[in-house]
């Protein structure tokens, strides 16, 4: 299974960009790269998601280095309700298809 | 909207008294899944279904069963709690298995054993 790297925390002013970092030396060539996040006491919530391109949507930039060892997801214009955990997950390539192994994430806390 | 509906958002139970948790989803997806978080830990798969074909993670443990009556509803049984099974219980749903699909969460069930 491809695992991640991800720094334990971050701190961040309100009004900046956050840039979270991901290692994933031992991707496959069709492993995703997914991210979501976890608001205190809530369900994780899907942030974004690619595989080989850099991405982007309403949420974040999802930017991935040539060789895929590594990612960050950009938050543009971080605010206080971005505080919460951050994973950074390789989709484990598995006989039933769609499988997310969390690791350890990174806690992010937006500052005012 | 649609969405992942987990009730109770708080269960209590005593130990070794069998609880269900339950979940719904109005996505109409057919895959339902069933994670484990402990306190300051990230989420561990426990099981989950495609349609009606159930497929367990290799160490959940045997004290933990689901259910799948309809393609909405999706329940997690635990025979026997006990205090180390204290924790947040998430449901989430996929389209399906393929290598994209996102996982849509619900907001967790959060059982405390006495």
């Known amino acids: 299974d491809a695992k991640t790297t991800q720094p334990p925390s971050m701190d961040c002013a309100e009004g900046r960009a956050a840039n979270l970092p991901c290692n994933h030396s031992?991707?496959?060539?069709?492993?995703?790269v997914y991210w979501y996040r976890q608001i205190h006491s809530q369900g994780p919530q899907y942030i974004i998601h690619?595989?080989?391109n850099n991405e982007t949507n309403e949420m974040a930039s999802l930017i991935i280095t040539e060789d895929r060892k590594s990612s960050t997801l950009i938050l543009p214009h971080a605010t206080l309700r971005d505080t919460a955990v951050y994973y950074c997950?390789?989709?484990?390539?598995?006989?039933?298809?769609?499988?997310?192994?969390f690791g350890a994430g990174t806690i992010l806390r937006v500052k005012s | 909207d649609a969405m992942v509906i987990q009730n109770p958002r708080y269960q209590v139970t005593q130990f070794g008294k069998p609880v269900t948790l339950s979940c719904s989803q109005t996505?109409?997806?057919?895959?339902m899944y069933w994670y484990q978080q402990k306190s300051s830990q990230a989420p561990k798969l426990l099981f989950h279904?495609?349609?009606?074909?159930?497929?367990n993670e290799a160490d959940t443990p045997d004290n933990f069963q689901s259910r799948r009556p309809n393609t909405s509803f999706c329940f997690l049984d635990i025979r026997s709690p006990g205090l180390g099974d204290a924790a947040m219980y998430l449901c989430?749903?996929?389209?399906?298995?393929?290598?994209?699909?996102?996982?849509?969460f619900g907001p967790g069930t959060r059982l405390l054993v006495l």
């Open positions: 997950i390789v989709r484990v390539v598995w006989e039933y298809g769609n499988k997310l192994v």
């Open positions: 996505l109409n997806h057919n895959v």
């Open positions: 989430a749903t996929s389209v399906d298995r393929v290598d994209s699909e996102t996982q849509y």
């Open positions: 031992t991707i496959s060539g069709n492993e995703y």
């Open positions: 690619g595989l080989k």
């Open positions: 279904y495609y349609d009606k074909d159930f497929n």
